[in-house]
């Protein structure tokens, strides 16, 4: 047989591999029933551009290339990209208007055929500048809408569980072969909006390693009962073992269930969600995921942008021991926002206005500041009654308290390098990206001890925290860090142990790689060569 007759007879007998696969995702083969009950090993004959890696699908509802509304969009952003020095990774994002309109013309490597009531859609390749592919969802009526990817001013969209089931669904398929070029070895899924993808493969008796990693256990992705038929689900799997929540059908309990290992963004947050408290009516569930040592916390990093000595928004770049710089940061942000000249210790808010954020408890500690000669600025957008109450705490306070009500990025960074102190005193925090942001830029966080914030941030070190059981609580810690910006070589100590925290990708991307080889197990890929 010719080089290229062989060549075509094995890409004919690749294609025949995928097409039975995808059948077999969807219970048929040749037309009748069929229920495999195996693993779906790597196929070594699919083209992949980095052969010798494993390959890794990395599911998300939102990526800071095109669209973010919170820390999953940065991790999305910057963990796939520490991760291919072992891995080859994909990303698998919905086609948002944000995404279309960065890439009109997107390739299409496939049709996604529709099931039950999950729309049909096309699914596109596109490569970024640094060569990062990332598969696109292509499916206007879904995707392609104003406000952010979850809903608009008139709140959730209405069909977000067909929107997000499709997700999951085509890292479903993606992961048995639905691009003839590329299947994914792992599945690596984000939150609820991606949840489904181990489900849709159980129950279809499919097993593909799989690992879902939850940013906050608050949002669950919750559907009444009757969405169960439109959204493929089998009735046997509304119960307790299953997608059942108190009545309700719950993506996230699914993914939890379903996923070979379940992980969140810092080791504390790991603890908290198997508490009554703070699981959200999943503690039970989590722990028995913790028995059986598949539930893990890694914590998030940030990207190497955050650099006060080279970032190009700061009115002047600086280092350690550098405090005049610093100074000159400070003086812009004051002129920005409107506030008198001071020497005055200067607190920045860069949050989401929410309660969840202890919004309440820093608008209380404006006046303490205030009275003590600091300044306040804030930056943020959320709920309506704090927006208003900071806008009120600016008329009263025009030359100490400044408000945008909004977000920019170029001025979030500018208040970081021009603050002294970040108030973030969340009522749980999963991670946290504000108080590493803060660090490298010599602002000292002050913290509840809680999640991430407890694993990042040493009281009396690298900036101030607190816990109910603390004398002062939360106003405690501010009066503890206006006493400290009067002790200079103190603050400066401070500020110098901050900057020099490293919060970077590598050590993350790490405890990923060991957790990925536990989930491959007997079914490992090809791993790369030495």
């Known amino acids: 047989m010719s080089n290229l007759a062989a060549g075509a007879s094995a890409r004919l007998g690749r294609s025949a591999r995928i097409e039975n696969a995808a059948m077999s995702f969807w219970g048929c083969s040749d037309g009748e029933s069929h229920e495999p009950q195996r693993c779906l090993a790597p196929d070594p004959s699919l083209d992949s551009r980095t052969s010798l890696q494993p390959r890794v699908l990395f599911a998300t509802p939102e990526m800071a290339d095109f669209v973010k509304t919170g820390g999953l969009g940065e991790v999305a952003g910057a963990l796939p990209r520490a991760l291919r020095r072992d891995f080859d990774v994909r990303v698998l994002i919905p086609g948002y208007r944000q995404v279309r309109a960065a890439h009109p013309d997107i390739p299409v490597v496939a049709r996604l055929n529709g099931y039950a009531g999950v729309p049909a859609c096309d699914l596109g390749l596109i490569e970024t500048d640094d060569g990062l592919q990332i598969y696109v969802l292509i499916n206007a009526d879904l995707f392609e809408r ?26 479903a398929e993606i992961a048995v072969g639905a691009d003839p070029a590329w299947r994914a070895d792992l599945l690596h899924l984000n939150d609820w909006q991606a949840a489904l993808a181990p489900a849709y493969l159980a129950w279809r008796g ?40 108190y009545g309700q ?6 993914g939890i269930y379903y996923a070979s290992y379940v992980t969140t963004v810092s080791e504390t947050y790991a603890r908290e969600i198997q508490t009554p408290d703070m699981g959200c009516g999943l503690d039970g569930l989590l722990r028995t995921r913790a028995s059986q040592g598949r539930l893990a916390g890694i914590l998030n990093g940030i990207d190497e942008s955050w650099d006060p000595r080279t970032d190009p928004y700061l009115a002047t770049r ?30 920045a808010i ?27 600025v804030v930056i943020g957008q959320g709920e309506g009654r704090f927006e208003n109450a900071l806008r009120n705490l600016a008329r009263k306070y025009p030359e100490a308290v400044g408000v945008h009500v909004g977000f920019d990025e170029a001025d979030a960074r500018r208040m970081f390098a021009g603050s002294d102190f970040l108030l973030m005193p969340s009522r749980f925090e999963p991670c946290g990206l504000a108080q590493m942001y803060a660090q490298r830029f010599g602002s000292l966080p002050i913290v509840r001890r809680t999640g991430g914030l407890a694993d990042t941030v040493e009281d009396g070190v690298t900036g101030f925290s607190f816990s109910e059981k603390d004398e002062g609580g939360f106003g405690g810690a501010v009066r503890r860090a206006l006493d400290t910006f009067g002790q200079k070589k103190r603050l400066n100590t401070m500020r110098r142990t901050a900057m020099g925290r490293s919060f970077g990708w590598d050590n993350s991307a790490a405890h990923y790689a ?5 989930a491959f197990g007997n079914a490992a890929p090809r791993w790369r060569a030495a």
Do not use: C
């Open 249 to 254: 059908l719950s993506f996230l309990k699914a």
């Open 146 to 171: 104003d406000g952010t990817p979850y809903g608009d001013a008139g709140g959730d969209f209405g069909d977000n569980d067909l929107r997000f089931a499709r997700l999951s669904l085509a890292a």
């Open 350 to 376: 860069v949050s989401r206005l929410v309660h969840q954020k202890g919004i309440d408890l820093s608008i209380q500690a404006a006046e303490t500041i205030v009275a003590e000669g600091g300044q306040m």
């Open 318 to 347: 600086f280092e350690a021991d550098d405090w005049k710089g610093k100074r000159a940061n400070a003086e812009a942000v004051r002129q920005h926002f409107g506030l008198a000249v001071s020497r005055g210790p200067l607190f």
């Open 206 to 245: 499919l097993r593909v390693p799989s690992v879902l990693t939850i940013h906050n256990l608050a949002y669950q992705g919750l559907f009444p009962q009757a969405n169960l038929g439109r959204l493929g689900m089998p009735d046997s799997a509304f119960q307790v073992n299953g997608v059942e929540f």
């Open 514 to 518: 060991a957790l990925y080889a536990r």
